[in-house]
């Protein structure tokens, strides 16, 4: 059910924040070494839609009128201190900006914020740029954000590292966070992105060459797309709520809400992949089936018609796999039915946080999950 809604700009909500968040996260790449440092800062020319950072940043305001938990950490007290230090030189190469500063610009009107939850807004920005660095290497992907890949500017060798630089300073920044919980959330992120690219290489539980239809596969699907999506996005949520000092009930709305959304989130891109342009998506569209996956359009396709069995385990290899298949989603109500079910999921995110106390911010999230489903790249 579509909510009434006046219309509102999730980014107008958290514009101040928004506005340094690219300049911060540039400086937390900084590299003695001016080709690494090119190459890692290489995804943040293009403006990206940000919309981690985003989703934190709303999170950690609406979380603010929220109920506190009896004892807040006493470590997100003392965090503020070590967030602003800069980077300790451990090489010379690493030596860089020592005048890093997140406070580059007065807090005293946006005190719902705190310095540690627009950290951890840069934090999941750089962990999700990582992953696209990787991505795009394991993908053969040519352009990314409308512009050559960082793999095709630079070489896989150069990307890979590029990224594991940019996991390196995430892990630093996090650390100085000083809140145990939440590098745990945030480890735990990272190592959930490489399962969900695991699981993503086999399509299938049992990877068989003639796999049958049944209700694991979309189990299985749906696992992995946590992994890959829901994970970075419903534990940084948490994150931001904890960081707040927020009590557990609220902590698990967060939680929740990241955690539908992002499902929801994924179901929309892998939608789009078989309905828009290269031109429209800013990057290779259709690629899915020949990269040989099979995402949600497929496997709803795939309960109508059996035969596309062989061809998901094959992986679309053979000649006109990918064009059969294709044919098959269309003629198939897959992208009907990947788009009810990316409903189903920013319905609940919405339900997750209504009992947050009524503000900007949370419409704001309300909104995210509206413009979710209605994003056309
Ligand atoms: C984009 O998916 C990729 C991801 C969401 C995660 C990829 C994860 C890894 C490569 C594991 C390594 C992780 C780290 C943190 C270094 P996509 O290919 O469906 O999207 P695209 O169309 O934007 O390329
Ligand atoms: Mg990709
Ligand atoms: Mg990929």
């Known amino acids: 059910t579509k909510r009434d809604m006046p219309s ?19 400086k937390l790449l900084g590299s003695g ?3 690494l440092d090119r190459a890692a800062k290489y995804y ?17 305001r609406a979380t603010s009128l929220c109920p506190k938990a009896p004892h807040r950490q006493q470590a997100t007290i003392q965090a503020s201190a070590a967030i602003n230090t800069s980077i300790s030189p451990l090489s010379i190469l690493s030596d860089f900006n020592p005048s890093a500063d997140v406070e580059s610009e007065p807090v005293s009107s946006d005190i719902d914020i705190l310095p540690s939850q627009r950290r951890l807004a840069e934090i999941t920005e750089l962990i999700h740029t990582a992953s696209l660095l990787h991505d795009d290497v394991i993908d053969h992907s040519v352009s990314r954000r409308g512009a050559p890949s960082a793999n095709l500017e630079f070489g896989n ?7 594991d630089f940019l996991l390196g300073r995430a892990s630093v920044a996090l650390a100085r966070l000083r809140h145990a919980e939440v590098i745990e959330l945030l480890a735990t992120v ?38 890959k999506t829901a994970s970075l996005i419903s534990k940084s949520c948490r994150a931001a709520a904890l960081l707040g000092g927020a009590d557990a009930h609220t902590v698990d709305a967060a939680y929740s ?3 539908n959304l992002g499902l929801a989130f994924q179901l929309v891109d892998d939608m789009l992949d078989y309905t828009r342009s290269e031109a429209e998506l800013g990057k290779p569209a259709g690629a899915d089936l020949e990269l040989g996956l099979a ?14 069995g062989a061809l998901v385990g094959r992986k679309f290899s053979q000649e006109g796999d990918v064009t059969r298949a294709r044919e098959l989603v269309m003629q198939s109500d897959g992208i009907a039915q990947t788009r009810a079910l990316a409903e189903d999921y920013a319905n609940k995110a919405i339900d997750a946080i209504s009992g947050f106390p009524d503000s900007e911010a949370k419409d ?10 209605q994003r056309k790249k």
């Open 44 to 60: 943040t020319q293009a403006e990206g839609k940000h919309i981690r950072p985003l989703i934190v940043l709303l999170m950690s």
């Open 364 to 373: 704001g999230l309300i909104e995210m999950a509206v413009k979710t489903l």
């Open 157 to 163: 060798k150069m990307a890979v590292l590029a990224g």
């Open 257 to 259: 809400y990241g955690k």
């Open 190 to 227: 990272i190592a959930n992105l490489v399962e969900g690219e695991f699981m993503q290489l086999k399509n299938t539980a049992r990877d068989e060459a003639n796999p049958r239809w049944s209700e694991d596969t979309l189990t299985y699907y749906l696992q992995k797309t946590y992994l």
């Open 295 to 308: 995402t949600a359009p497929l496997l709803f396709a795939w309960k109508t018609f059996p035969e596309l």
């Open 8 to 26: 509102i700009d999730p980014l107008r909500i958290v514009a101040k924040e928004m506005k340094f968040l690219t300049g911060n996260i540039r």
């Open 33 to 35: 070494h001016p080709s």
